[in-house]
């Protein structure tokens, strides 16, 4: 064996040990990536029906305000009608309640200077 023989023999010894302690790290890293990848499997299998129940809960929220928006167009319809009726009744009975007030404010007024003027007789 000649010293280039030997020195062959010696680059592939440290070339294989090399390649030995590369291989570890390589094993460990190909772990971490299968670990990884179940990580990976198992969000997705969980995500995937939470995802479904928060889009059927926001459906139902949605119809649940179309039935409060209906509510409340309906309690906005009554509250102008019970406005319109509080008007009609003011109108209908304000005037011939104002004019009977004043007539009987008027009797009164009369009798009363009736009576003063009265009196006033009956003291002289």
């Known amino acids: 064996m000649s010293g280039g023989d030997i020195a062959g023999l010696i680059a592939a010894g440290v070339f294989a040990v090399l390649v030995a302690l590369l291989a570890v790290p390589i094993w460990k890293l190909g772990k971490v990536f ?3 990848r179940g990580a990976i499997r198992t ?8 995802i479904d129940e928060v889009t059927t809960t926001v459906s139902t929220t949605n119809q649940q305000l179309q039935k409060v928006d209906g509510i409340s167009s309906n309690v906005s319809d009554a509250t102008a009608n019970l406005s319109a009726l509080s008007s ?3 109108a209908t009975v304000g005037s011939p309640l104002i004019k009977v007030s004043a007539f009987s ?4 007024s009369a009798l009363a200077s009736r009576r003063t003027a ?3 007789r009956r003291s002289r």
């Open 88 to 90: 009609l009744v003011a």
């Open 43 to 50: 969000l997705s299998e969980e995500t995937t029906p939470l």
């Open 118 to 120: 009265g009196r006033g």
């Open 34 to 36: 299968d670990e990884m």
């Open 105 to 108: 404010y008027g009797v009164r």
